[in-house]
């Protein structure tokens, strides 16, 4: 096990370049900020409005640095899981084991899809809860909602989801290239849920997450308060008594109900691990 990991790791995780982020900023742009323009859930300006700063900022430092600190607890923990487990964790590891691992690659895909989901769901609901939200605050911390500030996410966070994600489907025996396979699609499909864009799907609505669909998620509205979980599927919100989707109206506000976030970057880093301040009108827990 110990001398395989080292060889699997560097031949299986790159980090982008700056210059690779910097072009791919050019070509999300030249589609989203059409989108957003000829589809406007809200008349507003990506460059002009407050917080784009910051965005760009977790632009360039969530893929490289928070990737890579994920990375870490990442092999840390499948380290200790398959060990325990008696598995040998090295370059095999990518065609996994088990009757899953012998499907076709397009059906171990979609099952990674609808399970990944569903594992998604839960983890992050559970980031909602007392102990954690203060890690998850930073990515509710937008007060303007567009494709751009997809990517306010604590480290730890990221960490956190990124180990619940991916470890039980390895556990359950998926080929490695079909978890990664999908990383991509689901990378872009992100950043699309965040955009300001008026899209619900129409009668997909309960079959597809809309942008429409995520921005209650994010909103400070009383009756939209942890609604809406899932990332892929609204199935799980359906399901599970957390669907919020109204027709006839947006969100009025967004950003985090009590707390005060701060605006700047490294504020937002160390934002968890200091005494929070609430807002006047919210009072104190």
């Known amino acids: ?62 893929p490289v640095c928070t990737k890579l600190l994920s990375l870490c607890f990442l092999v840390v923990a ?18 996994g084991y088990g009757p899953l691992a012998r499907q076709p690659a397009w059906l171990q895909i979609a099952q990674v899809l609808i399970v990944g989901d569903f594992i998604d769901y839960w983890s992050h609901r559970t980031f909602h809860t007392r102990r954690l939200w203060r890690f998850h605050a930073v990515h509710h911390s937008p007060e303007h909602m567009d494709w751009l500030a997809y990517g306010r996410m604590h480290p730890l966070n990221d960490a956190g989801t990124r180990i619940c994600q991916v470890v039980p ?24 849920l965040h955009s300001n864009i008026s899209w619900t799907f129409g009668p997909f609505r309960y079959v597809l997450v809309s942008p429409a669909f995520h921005r209650w998620h994010h909103a400070r509205d009383d009756d939209a308060v942890d609604k809406n979980f899932a990332g892929i599927f609204p199935i799980w919100d359906l399901l599970f008594g957390t669907f919020y989707m109204p027709r006839d109206r947006l969100p009025k506000e967004y950003g985090v109900r009590k707390e005060v976030m701060p605006r700047s970057f490294w504020g937002q880093m160390l934002f968890p691990f200091r005494k929070v301040r609430y807002r006047a009108e919210a009072g104190k827990e």
Do not use: C
């Not at 110990?2 to 980090?15: E, V």
């Not at 499948?78 to 065609?95: A, E, K, Q, R, S």
């Open 78 to 95: 499948l380290l200790g899981l398959f060990w325990l487990l008696g598995h040998t964790i090295g370059p095999g590891l990518l065609d």
């Open 169 to 192: 489907l390895l556990l359950l025996g998926y080929s490695a290239n079909a978890v990664a396979g999908v990383v991509p699609v689901l990378g872009f499909y992100v950043i699309f």
């Open 1 to 62: 096990m110990g001398g395989s990991l080292p060889d699997f790791i560097l031949k299986n995780i790159s980090l982008p370049s700056f210059t690779e982020l910097g072009l791919l900023l050019l070509l999300l742009a030249a589609v989203m900020w059409p989108l957003e323009q000829l589809f406007p859930a809200y008349p507003q300006a990506t460059l002009r409005r407050p917080g784009t700063r910051t965005d760009l900022i977790y632009w360039f430092f969530t």
